[in-house]
């Protein structure tokens, strides 16, 4: 599990990878990046590479499919404020990001 800061308003965030790649396999195919919104009053945009992937209202969750490979995610509220991180995307794997208020 992984913790940051979502300045200031989104206080956290977890992302857990399933069936992540080792970076010594060579990639093809996708894998799929969900998220989770656990923010009460913000929408979320997530993003990978800069490349628009879903929304998710407050309390929802969006999944994209992924080129497997390494990536930054980014998550982005549509009040301005944002996070990252970077993955290691398997094809055929999933990793799920997901923002939630301060612990």
């Not at 919104?37 to 929802?60: H, K």
Request: glycine share 12%.
């Amino acid at each position: 599990m992984r913790a940051a800061t979502f300045r200031p308003l989104l206080a956290g965030l977890v992302g857990l990878a399933a069936l992540a790649a080792s970076p010594a396999l060579s990639q093809t195919g996708y894998g799929q990046v969900q998220l989770v919104n656990q923010m009460p009053d913000l929408t979320i945009d997530l993003y990978w590479d800069s490349n628009y992937g879903c929304r998710a209202g407050p309390g929802f969750t969006c999944t994209t499919h992924v080129p497997a490979g390494h990536h930054l995610l980014e998550a982005k509220s549509t009040d301005g404020q944002a996070t990252s991180t970077e993955i290691d995307l398997a094809a055929g794997g999933t990793f799920t990001y997901t923002i939630s208020p301060g612990n």
